[in-house]
């Protein structure tokens, strides 16, 4: 999506920003803070585009670090991660005593797998604030690979992660892996050993979209299980696969959720490398993964070429493999996208990728526990048990 007009003229620099006494007036700053008061109840109730006209009403009173970082946050609610870095480097470039913004910037840097740029802007940040505390938090998240914002690194007007909205999730869940939504939007993959033998499962995109899983089929060979969504999750479009496997040595993109035990919300991670060798075993087509993804867990992220075509399925435990496309095809059918006829893609930008990726990977939740599948701020009501108990292992 293209930037805003407020967004733009952040862009163009100081220059383009002539009206701070405009916007320095007793009335004018009340106004200012009714605007960005209702623009953050927007973005939390997942109103974007209510969201977005707070802000840039806002931004076009005065230059401030902390509104364009609400601007910032409005492109990553909606999935806009392209526009979202541009801005996040006119951030930390132009407000430079604002170290939130530089921290910002590292921190979708890693995400989109540009690591020793993101570890120069840190370090940048570092220098002239050491003992903040996100840039501590950042900095023990970039040591352990973990990027799940929690504490400091939830606190406005920089809070790195998504708000949440849709279903509710049950106090007790936690995020055990990765899943990758299909094509038709209405199911996901995701390994079985993400997954207790009883209890709840739910989904939850880049964007914080939420919806309920439940079990639909089981391939115990491939350690798969096939979800059936409690509603449609938006899908990136224009979904392609190779006309044949992609060869060891080929360039990829893998994704990956960071488990983390509280259910926090977060942003997928990506990174580069190339595709490995096959490896012996009754999988036929398995293979080493080749690109090295930050911590540990059972995996579950799509895996794509440079054309953004999706190659495979990351799974875990133990050393990084990669099941084949075609080995999900023909378990699963044609549910992952057109077949192309190009043998070789056209490369596609890294941020690109990302964003197309903000969709079709998913934050695997679950709970030993049955849990009532709600809107958010919903509760149950009435005699009846609307979450009867049933086995995550069974088949619909």
Same mark, same amino acid.
């Given at each position: 999506m293209a930037l805003s007009v407020a967004a733009c003229a952040a862009l163009a620099g100081p220059a383009a920003h002539d009206h701070h006494e405009a916007g320095s007036t007793p009335q004018s700053l009340a106004e200012r803070q009714q605007l960005l008061a209702e623009a953050e109840r927007g973005l939390q109730a997942g109103d974007v585009e209510a969201a977005r006209q707070g802000f840039e009403q806002a931004a076009l009173q005065v230059h401030d670090a902390h509104i364009e970082l609400g601007l910032l946050?409005?492109?990553l609610q909606a999935g806009e991660y392209r526009p979202a870095l541009a801005f996040a480097a006119h951030t930390a470039g132009v407000h430079a005593d604002e170290v939130e913004g530089r921290v910002f910037y590292a921190w979708l840097l890693n995400l989109g797998g540009q690591v020793a740029v993101a570890e120069q802007t840190l370090q940048q940040a570092e220098a002239s604030a050491l003992d903040h505390p996100m840039v501590k938090a950042v900095r023990q998240r970039f040591r352990t690979g973990a990027l799940v914002a929690d504490g400091a690194l939830l606190s406005?007007?920089?809070?790195?992660?998504?708000?949440?909205?849709?279903?509710?999730v049950s106090p007790g869940a936690r995020a055990a892996g990765t899943a990758l939504l299909l094509a038709d939007g209405r199911h996901a993959l995701a390994p079985r050993a993400?997954?207790?033998p009883v209890g709840s499962i739910w989904v939850r995109n880049g964007l914080g979209r939420t919806v309920a899983a439940v079990v639909d089929q089981q391939d115990e060979s491939l350690g798969l299980v096939l979800l059936s969504l409690s509603q449609a999750l938006p899908v990136a479009g224009g979904e392609q696969v190779p006309p044949r496997d992609a060869f060891p040595g080929s360039p990829a993109f893998a994704l990956d959720y960071p488990t983390n035990p509280s259910g926090l919300p977060a942003w997928p991670v990506m990174r580069a490398?190339?595709? @490995?060798?096959?490896?012996?075993?009754? *999988?036929?087509? #398995? &293979?080493?993964l080749g690109v090295e993804l930050p911590g540990a867990g059972?995996?579950?992220?799509?895996?794509?070429?440079?054309?953004?075509?999706?190659?495979?399925?990351?799974?875990?435990? @133990?050393?990084?493999?990669?099941?084949? *496309?075609?080995? #999900? &095809?023909?378990?699963?059918?044609e549910r992952f996208g057109a077949q192309t006829v190009e043998p070789r893609p056209s490369p596609r930008a890294a941020d690109e990728?990302?964003?197309?990726?903000?969709?079709?990977?998913?934050?695997?939740?679950?709970?030993?526990?049955?849990?009532?599948?709600?809107p958010v701020g919903l509760t149950s009501t009435g005699g009846s048990n609307p979450?009867?108990?049933?086995?995550?292992?069974?088949?619909?």
């Open positions: 946050r409005t492109h406005l007007p920089a809070r790195l992660a998504p708000f949440t909205t849709g279903v509710a993400a997954l207790p490398g190339f595709l @490995g060798t096959p490896v012996s075993g009754a *999988v036929e087509g #398995l &293979r080493r059972p995996r579950g992220g799509p895996v794509y070429d440079q054309g953004g075509r999706l190659v495979g399925l990351a799974m875990g435990q @133990g050393a990084d493999q990669m099941l084949p *496309v075609s080995t #999900l &095809r023909q378990r699963f059918g990728l990302y964003e197309r990726a903000m969709k079709s990977s998913l934050q695997l939740l679950v709970s030993e526990t049955r849990a009532c599948h709600l979450c009867p108990t049933k086995p995550l292992n069974a088949s619909m």
